[in-house]
């Protein structure tokens, strides 16, 4: 074997050895900071994932129609007459449907998770980055991904870069 497919190697070796590091603190993200009263037990072991209410696509050619070729923004006070044309189609669309949080993250390529304090947005995020670490790590070990191919999550919290006073933010 040459000197360089040698160094090669090894270079991917580490890089992979780095990834799956990174996945697996990722992984550990939600356990890594368990509160004083949950008396040594970890997130993960009471964790009930959450349900989602999605609303069906619409039908082909809906958008057309009810916006009459507009760019989709903000509602203008010209626009006051199409909304009761918008409630009348919304009403022919199916009703909204529960889904599992689980089953609805894979197919998000973006997601803003509301909701007043308590509620359960961090520990949210924290499972869904683990979750998807979690699929990376074993495409990963079992080589159906190369390192190149590893989606990696990443956890943020958002107080850290919006000046936010709150110390649990910082």
């Known amino acids: 074997m040459s000197a360089t497919l040698v160094q090669l190697l090894t270079v991917?070796?580490?890089?992979?050895?780095?990834?799956l590091a990174y996945l697996d603190a990722v992984q550990s993200l939600p356990d890594s900071t368990p509160p004083s009263y949950f008396a040594g037990r970890r997130l993960t072991a009471l964790y009930v994932p959450p349900e989602v209410m999605v609303q069906p696509p619409r039908q082909k050619g809906e958008e057309g129609k009810r916006k009459q070729g507009k760019r989709p923004g903000p509602l203008m006070a010209d626009d006051?007459?199409?909304?009761?044309?918008?409630?009348?189609?919304?009403?022919?669309?199916?009703?909204?449907?529960?889904?599992?949080?689980?089953?609805?993250?894979?197919?998000?390529?973006?997601?803003?998770?509301?909701?007043?304090?308590?509620?359960?947005?961090?520990?949210?995020?924290?499972?869904?980055?683990?979750?998807?670490?979690?699929?990376e790590y074993a495409a990963l070990q079992?080589?159906?991904?190369?390192?190149?191919?590893?989606?990696?999550?990443?956890?943020?919290?958002?107080?850290?870069?919006?000046?936010?006073?709150?110390?649990?933010d910082r």
């Open 80 to 135: 006051d007459a199409g909304l009761f044309e918008d409630a009348a189609q919304d009403a022919t669309q199916q009703p909204p449907r529960r889904v599992t949080w689980a089953e609805e993250l894979p197919k998000l390529r973006h997601a803003v998770l509301l909701g007043r304090p308590g509620e359960g947005k961090t520990l949210l995020a924290q499972m869904s980055a683990r979750q998807l670490a979690a699929e």
């Open 12 to 19: 991917r070796s580490q890089q992979v050895e780095g990834v």
């Open 142 to 168: 079992g080589y159906h991904k190369s390192v190149d191919e590893v989606v990696l999550p990443v956890y943020l919290r958002s107080g850290r870069y919006s000046g936010c006073s709150d110390p649990e």
